[in-house]
């Protein structure tokens, strides 16, 4: 295998980082870009010429006509969404050609009666909650990913993209399927008719046959580009500590979405990768439930909502906002062996007087540590050792070098990269490409 330009892009918090824009920015220096874990659950907001587009499943590199983009294995494909956001990018101009989206024959397909599981699910655990008992739902964005992924794991009663185009093999295996997931639904309590095999399995082979043209073995088509020398870039979806292995356990995503995903969800080893490029907000956000020890649920975390558009590019929910955790941030670069940083929404810190940095946590006990703890209860009990610094009144979106950025922006800058130990090599003070600083000298450890 020859030796390649390959770079990761990947979050180091709850999602939401900006990974959208670093890829699009990125695309321009690789020739292949590829979509490697996650499903319609996590979205990328990208501005392009002024154009905001919102994407779910297509990697964010579809934007750059000349790249070709894949759709990995280790992503859960929902149809319906991939074709309307296939629809939406070619009605504004961009050409998606067979040989431009590749879609892996071996990447598992949402279906409908996924979607309800995880809703009846959600449910079931808000109302046992309500009752009293420990609350265990996840907050999911119900699109179905978790029970699709725990198909994948089950074997039997699972459909691949790669089944769709064949109506046959399709039916035989949702007149069983169908039987057994009414069976499940009725359990839980969603009351809608028994599912219908055939009408299933005519709607998503027509799906199947329409998306025909890009499935195909991506494994095989990766391992040639690499063997040609094409420069591949890895896109994640959601962030490191959503990661199943190595999040906030339980609240996390149902794949690997730290680099390690790489490996399974692409057919190809980890060797390949030469750079991380790790994704980390100037503060802190999350959605769903889960603990998020620098939350703010006063004036700050609002102020900060509101400057930093925080709300769910998939779902339009609120995020929950706070200061940057350090702690965590460090967590997740040691995790994905990131090479550099990428700072992103530094601009929506403009105006605050001094800004606070969680640096260590307080233990129940007394004790302190400036290690994560990827486990929901052991960190919903911790309390946050905060330093302040200076923040800046400077409204800094329209900078474009470094050295132009207020001296306590770059003073903040810096105590990231110190902490962290890694350096930072791009900070963003807009939603637009223009609106990206490129760090040449950047703050090192």
């Known amino acids: 295998m020859h030796r390649v330009s390959a770079t990761a892009v990947v979050g180091l918090q709850w999602g939401d980082e900006g990974k959208g824009k670093i890829v699009d920015l990125l695309a321009a220096e690789h020739d292949v870009i590829v979509r490697y874990n996650g499903g319609a659950n996590a979205g990328h907001t990208v501005v392009f010429d002024g154009e905001r587009y919102a994407l779910h499943l297509l990697p964010s590199g579809i934007l750059s006509p000349s790249k070709t983009c894949v759709i990995g294995n280790g992503v859960v494909v929902d149809p319906v969404q991939l074709l309307s956001e296939i629809e939406s990018i070619t009605e504004r101009g961009i050409a998606i050609e067979p040989d431009r989206l590749l879609i892996s024959d071996r990447a598992h397909v949402v279906m409908p009666y996924h979607k309800e599981h995880d809703a009846a ?88 046959v329409r998306l025909a043209p890009h499935i195909t073995d991506t494994v095989y088509a990766l391992h040639d580009a690499v063997n040609a020398g094409q420069r591949l870039l890895f896109e994640g979806a959601n962030a490191c500590l959503l990661d199943i292995d190595h999040g906030t356990f339980p609240y996390v995503t149902s794949s690997n979405c730290s680099t390690l995903g790489i490996p399974p969800g692409t057919g190809l080893p980890g060797s390949v990768i030469t750079d991380t490029v790790g994704i980390v907000k100037a503060y802190g956000t999350r959605v769903g439930e889960g603990p998020f020890p620098t939350e703010d649920l006063g004036e700050t975390g609002e102020r900060i909502r509101e400057r930093g558009h925080e709300y769910g590019t998939t779902t339009g929910r609120p995020r929950r906002c706070g200061w940057l955790d350090l702690v965590a941030v460090r967590y997740s ?75 306590a922006a770059q003073a903040y800058l810096d105590r990231i990269a110190s902490f962290v130990g890694c350096p930072i090599e791009i900070a963003s003070v807009g939603p637009d490409r223009m609106q990206t600083i490129r760090v040449t000298q950047a703050a090192r450890a």
């Open 333 to 407: 670069a040691m995790v994905c062996g990131c090479s550099s940083l990428a700072v992103m929404l530094l601009d929506v810190l403009s105006g605050f007087e001094t800004l606070k940095l969680c640096v260590g946590y307080r233990l129940p006990d007394g004790t302190t540590t400036d290690r994560f703890l990827p486990d929901a209860r052991k960190l919903a009990a911790v309390e946050p050792i905060w330093e302040t610094v200076p923040g800046w009144s400077q409204e800094i979106d329209d900078l474009t070098s470094l050295d132009d950025l207020p001296p």
């Open 121 to 208: 699910l959600e449910t079931a655990l808000a109302g046992a909650a309500d009752q009293g008992d420990e609350n265990l739902s996840i907050g999911t964005t119900r699109r179905g990913i978790g029970p699709t992924y725990a198909d994948k794991v089950h074997r039997s009663l699972a459909i691949r993209m790669g089944d769709l185009p064949d109506e046959q093999v399709l039916r035989r295996r949702l007149d069983i399927v169908c039987a057994i997931r009414s069976r499940e639904l009725e359990a839980l309590g969603v009351d809608v008719p028994a599912l219908d095999p055939a009408a299933l399995a005519a709607e998503y082979h027509a799906l199947g």
